[in-house]
C-alpha cells in the first residue's frame, strides 16, 4: 500500500485522529453521503453528525446510505445552506469536512461558491472546540474552482497562528488537477 495518501483519505485520518466516540461533528458538503457515513461511524452511538447540502437528490441520497448502513439516527440531514451552519448548531463541533464542488452523478453546474464557503468556513472555525479540526477537500477543474481555491487560500493565510494551525497537502506531479486539501486545527 502507498504510504503517501491521497487528500481525501488524508482528510479522513485528520479527522479521526481528533474526533472522539459521542461529539459532535459536521459534514458541511452531504453529497452523495459517503463522508457523512464515516462520520456517523467515527462519533459512535452516543454522538451525533449534522449533515448540510443544498440539493434534494443530495440528502436523499445521503439518507439512503446511512439507512442502508443502520447509521440515519446518529445523523440529523440539514437541507440548507452551509453558510447558515451557526443557525442549527448550539454546542462545540469535534470536526467540520467540507467536500468542494459539484454533486458527483449530478448538475455539474451546481457547485459550492467562494461566498457562501467563506461564510461556511467562518462559522465552523468558531463552533469547534479547540483540538478540533476543519478540513477542505478542493478542487481546481471544473469552472470556478481555480477562484473558490484562491479565497480560500488567501482567507486561511491570514488566520491568526496562536489560535490556529493551517496545512496545505497537495500532490505536485498527478494529471487531471486532483484535489488538495487544506487542514484548519483550532490550538488547544
Ligand atoms: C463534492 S460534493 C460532496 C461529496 C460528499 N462529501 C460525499 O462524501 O459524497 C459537493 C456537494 O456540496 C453541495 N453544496 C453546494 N453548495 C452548498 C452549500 N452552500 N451548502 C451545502 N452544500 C452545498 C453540493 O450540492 C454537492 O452535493
Redesign the pocket.
Known sequence: MAVIKKPLKMARAYVAACVAGGELAV??????????LFLARLVGANGKVMA????KK?IENTCRRLKAAKMLSRVTLVP????NMVHYIHQPVAAV?F??????G?DHL????PK??LA?LGAGLQLLRPGGVVTIVCYTGHQGGPEEKAALLGCLSGLEQKQFTVLHYTLLNQVNEPPSLLVIEKRT
Do not use: C, K
Not at 459534514?27 to 457523512?36: E, H, I, L
Not at 440548507?80 to 453558510?83: I, M, Q, S, V
Open positions: 459534514d458541511a458538503t452531504a453529497g452523495n453521503g459517503y463522508d457523512t448540510f447540502d443544498i440539493q443530495a440548507d445552506g452551509h453558510e469536512m467536500n468542494l464542488g459539484y454533486l458527483p449530478g451546481l457547485v459550492t461558491r457562501t464557503t461556511a
